[in-house]
């Protein structure tokens, strides 16, 4: 084991060596290894370079990582060579902490990681026996045992989740209030239980997974449990093999505020149901908080008992819609300031305009980027972005219409739809009516006459006028050539 290796310090006995000292010495020898292991000079300097070591404590290793990106980079693609590095030289019982860097002003937030196991364990059976029952019935001691232990029970929470990095929409504006609100009174309100369904990657475990965060942190409940639908059935199940159904009850009809991810996941699976609603019954006599997300409605949910459906629409529903363009963007920029990204605004534009169905991938496309741009160091334009990204958006591009000419020019103007069909002949709307006809000549396939027409029922002759007109310009003024250039270019975007 490290500690007892003097000759990285000749001289100074290692126990003498302060937690931050002792950090240096195994960081640098857990870097040897994975810089042998990587073969890639250029991931070596970007991935593992940036990090600290903080301390070295037993065998419990604390580094400091520059953001959450970063911790989830290593994580994702160094895993095993990560582990690997550390048991070699801190023994089989080598644990890692991570520790993020949010921002220079902002407090650091640890993550605990997983080395040498990659996911946590909850066992409910972990429980002390002791919280065992007659009959189903705790007793008053194992109660209090449950209470004085509560602090020893991991939340499985993902800390990442928070109302602070939640984006606000029209697409999820009741579904955010109600979780803020529950987080604030949990269980004293009538959302119990409080529902969040949506499609896919739109966002529930994030929100539900932030009431836990805020209620936890802000000790507005003092035992709060999240867990899988999916994860519940399997502990369910073991606990019937091993005998321990009474303890895997009891662990959670303690809990104050119970988050249970993904229901529809319970369908069809009788004996899970039939679990889960004696533990909804006692939370709820109990004003114990409850919080379920689903994929679909509850209506729609087949397989499930009517009983258990019924009490599941006892308090609040709400859902998570698509979001809209504005919240893509909003998202995107939330994502890049975590991150202390930049991005130029034709790449975020182009993200948000063609990564409309799932928050994942949109965030994936923008983890694509950063990742790209970071193992190549180089930065990204549009044509590269387009590029990284081709696969993610291929099935999207369309041929350009004329609605869409109309739409870009409407926006690069500031100017309404009305205004470009209509008669003023002020300079300014001329001006866009000109290059609307100009654009849409350029870059759809339609006809004189069908341009006129389009735009306020002209004669095609007018149309011939107008790309003419912007012909000439375009060859005198540099100032037209670039408004050219923006119209084609926001065009492409929305094309793709
Ligand atoms: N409004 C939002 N603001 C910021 N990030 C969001 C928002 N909605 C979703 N995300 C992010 O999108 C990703 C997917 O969200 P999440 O996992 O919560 O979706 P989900 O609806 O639970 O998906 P699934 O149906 O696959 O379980 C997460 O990284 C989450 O942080």
Redesign the pocket.
Known sequence: MLMSEGHDQPGAPVSHLSEQALAQIAWKKCLDIIRDGLHNLQSFKTWFEPIVPLKLSGQELTIQVPSQFFYEMIEENYYSLLKRALMEVMGTGAKLRYSVLVQAAQAETPVVARIPEKKGKHTPAALPKVISHANGKQTKEAQDLFANNVHRFESYLNP??RFE?????DC?DLAHAAAKSVSETPGKSSFNPLVIY??????????I?AIGNHARENNKAKFVMYVSSEKFTIEFVNAIQNNQAHEFSAFYRNVDLLII??IQFFERKEKTQEEIFHIFNTLHQANKQIVL?S?RPIKELKGIEERLLSRFQWGLTAD?QL?DYE?RRA?LQ??LEENSATLDESIIDFIATNMTSN??E??GCLVKLLATASLNAKSIDLPLAKNILRDSVRERSQTVTIEMVEKAVCEYFGISANDIKGKSRKKEIAFARQMAMYSAKKWTKSSFKTIGLHFGGRDHSTVIHAVNAIDKNADRSEEVRNTIEELHKRLEIMSL
Request: charged share 30%; hydrophobic share 25%; glycine share 16%.
């Open positions: 990442k989740y990095n939640f984006v606000k929409g999820n949506g499609g896919v990657g739109l966002g529930k475990t994030h929100l997974q991810d993904d997300s994929d998570l979001p919240t998202i939330r994502k928050i994942r949109l965030e």
